[in-house]
């Protein structure tokens, strides 16, 4: 039976639930609070620079293929996909690289450099993480978890694959040397995780990576973002833009549509909220239709830390740089400094860095001569009680007197555009709980089952998209609960 779905949102969740939905016979229409699309992968542009300001690490292609396909098109025909090689140049805290990609010798031989030890040790991990892959991925990655029992099922899976372990101490198991261990470990990190406490689940990332690799989106992220939005223009799709949702209407337990900031009211068969998840829960829906997501109850989730981010372009390029495409940049404390953002919550004096220079492969995002770069660094969300409009200036200050002096020499004469976002971004502009960059942390207690359902618990026909509900933050799992909706939404 064809159904009207609202889709609240248009962050990558919301723009593959669309089109999925779209291809399913369903009528969809976007409501977008911002200017334009994207969610945070929205695109700023200035002065002929252009900034993802989003997610720019591309993993798991095909699930962007499986949307047009779906659709009866094919991706390469928007948007196009290069890989990206090395996947990342890893910076310890005196400058010295490690670069890994996809190519088990090349990074034996990265290993042999640093600990000839290790490298029948990482060959061990990545055969290990293979199986972890197969079951948190392959398996279970776009599969509801919406009982208990569901849960039940898995747990001698999850036993048997150590997932009381953290990424960090699964990755000790097998590789002594320290920096190599922050290598290997990091991934958490980019879904809003702490390597220390997130469960060893996510070091499928790393398989992931090596299975399908480490690809860019020419044109950057924002790309992707127009090959969606003009595939569902063409299937039928209504997007509307600067159209923010105040309210989920609501009647006998039944979603029935939402009312806008302006007054406005559209009527839905049914809802998706690609919007953030404990946002929903605490924004949109009165109390009264809350029974399990009370605001008690979100208040006590834990979230993910934030981040600070400096858009810069300058004037000249850096390509005779030590610096690649995609790079992270360790501080010399790690567990230390990951402390500080996760369990004090206090804005610390020292940094670690992940440095993008999309230019190196784009030159398209810069005017003829000139460089794109941003730069991020993680930080605690808004509970840490940072005057960010007092340490913005100062915080970004020390990043860019450093990435001068160690990375990019005579940066702050030759920069022409820049611009920065903090947690008070995350939290006005995105609507983002607490101001954290990806909603709920993805720890063993707030995985799978544990984790804020696809379908909502409180409110029959509505359902939740994006990184705050299963599977989890990142591209790959956002794009894995769009194709859970549309199983539960055609399953209705």
């Known amino acids: 039976m064809k159904k009207k779905i609202i889709v609240i949102g248009s962050g990558f969740g919301g723009l593959a639930t669309a089109s999925r939905l779209l291809s399913a016979g369903h009528e969809v229409e976007i409501f977008e609070k911002r200017d334009k699309a994207g969610g945070r992968a929205y695109v700023y542009e200035q002065d002929?620079?252009?900034?993802?300001?989003?997610?720019?690490?591309?993993?798991?292609?095909?699930?962007?293929?499986?949307?047009?396909?779906?659709?009866?098109?094919?991706?390469?025909?928007?948007?196009?996909?290069?890989?990206?090689?090395?996947?990342?140049?890893?910076?310890?805290?005196?400058?010295?690289?490690?670069?890994?990609?996809?190519?088990?010798?090349?990074?034996?031989?990265?290993?042999?450099?640093?600990?000839?030890?290790?490298?029948?040790?990482?060959?061990?991990?990545?055969?290990?993480?293979?199986?972890?892959?197969?079951?948190?991925?392959?398996?279970?990655?776009?599969?509801?978890?919406?009982?208990?029992?569901?849960?039940?099922?898995?747990?001698?899976?999850?036993?048997?694959?150590?997932?009381?372990?953290?990424?960090?101490q699964y990755v000790s198991k097998f590789i002594d040397d320290d920096f190599l261990r922050k290598v290997f470990s990091f991934h958490p990190l980019l879904v809003g995780g702490n390597p220390f406490d997130t469960t060893s689940i996510y070091a499928m990332i790393h398989y992931l990576e090596r299975e399908w690799g480490v690809h860019y989106a020419m044109g950057g992220t924002g790309a992707i973002?127009?090959?969606?939005?003009?595939?569902?223009?063409?299937?039928g799709g209504t997007i509307n833009l600067n159209a923010e949702v105040d309210e989920i209407t609501i009647q006998n337990g039944k979603a029935t549509g939402i009312r806008l900031k302006d007054g406005t009211t559209h009527q839905a068969d049914q809802v998706v909220s690609n919007a953030d998840v404990a946002f929903t829960y605490r924004n949109m829906i009165a109390r009264d239709h809350r029974s399990t997501y009370t605001d008690r109850k979100v208040e006590r989730m834990k979230y993910s830390m934030s981040l600070f981010v400096i858009y810069f372009g300058t004037k000249k390029r850096y390509l005779d740089s030590k610096l690649e495409h995609h790079n992270i940049i360790l501080g010399e404390r790690y567990e230390e400094l990951l402390a500080d953002i996760f369990h004090d919550k206090k804005l610390a004096e020292d940094f670690s860095l992940y440095l993008h220079m999309p230019t190196k492969t784009d030159p398209s995002l810069a005017p003829e001569g000139?460089?794109?770069?941003?730069?991020?660094?993680?930080?605690?969300?808004?509970?840490?009680?940072?005057?960010?409009?007092?340490?913005?200036?100062?915080?970004?200050?020390?990043?860019?007197?450093?990435?001068?002096?160690?990375?990019?020499?005579?940066?702050?004469?030759?920069?022409?555009?820049?611009?920065?976002?903090?947690?008070?971004?995350?939290?006005?502009?995105?609507?983002?709980?607490k101001g954290s960059a990806f909603s709920v942390e993805p720890i063993l207690s707030q995985s799978a089952w544990f984790r804020p359902h696809n379908k909502s618990e409180d409110v029959e026909d509505l359902f939740f998209a994006g990184a705050g509900t299963h599977p989890g933050a990142g591209i790959p799992g956002v794009l894995s609960s769009a194709k859970i909706i549309e199983q539960l939404v055609c399953k209705d």
């Open 48 to 168: 002929g620079f252009t900034f993802d300001g989003g997610p720019t690490v591309i993993t798991a292609p095909f699930l962007f293929d499986e949307i047009f396909e779906e659709a009866g098109k094919k991706r390469k025909d928007y948007v196009e996909f290069v890989p990206c090689d090395p996947f990342y140049r890893i910076f310890n805290d005196r400058g010295e690289k490690f670069d890994y990609n996809g190519n088990h010798d090349f990074v034996l031989n990265e290993i042999d450099q640093w600990n000839p030890g290790d490298k029948e040790g990482y060959t061990r991990f990545l055969k290990t993480t293979k199986a972890i892959f197969n079951k948190g991925f392959v398996e279970l990655a776009d599969q509801p978890f919406h009982n208990l029992w569901d849960m039940i099922k898995i747990i001698p899976d999850l036993i048997r694959l150590q997932s009381h372990k953290t990424v960090f």
């Open 225 to 235: 973002v127009e090959a969606l939005v003009q595939l569902i223009e063409e299937q």
């Open 370 to 433: 000139c460089e794109s770069f941003y730069v991020l660094s993680p930080v605690p969300h808004l509970d840490s009680g940072t005057d960010w409009k007092a340490q913005a200036k100062p915080y970004r200050d020390k990043i860019m007197n450093f990435l001068e002096e160690h990375y990019l020499p005579d940066l702050q004469e030759n920069i022409v555009v820049e611009h920065h976002i903090d947690p008070l971004h995350f939290q006005q502009t995105l609507n983002s709980y």
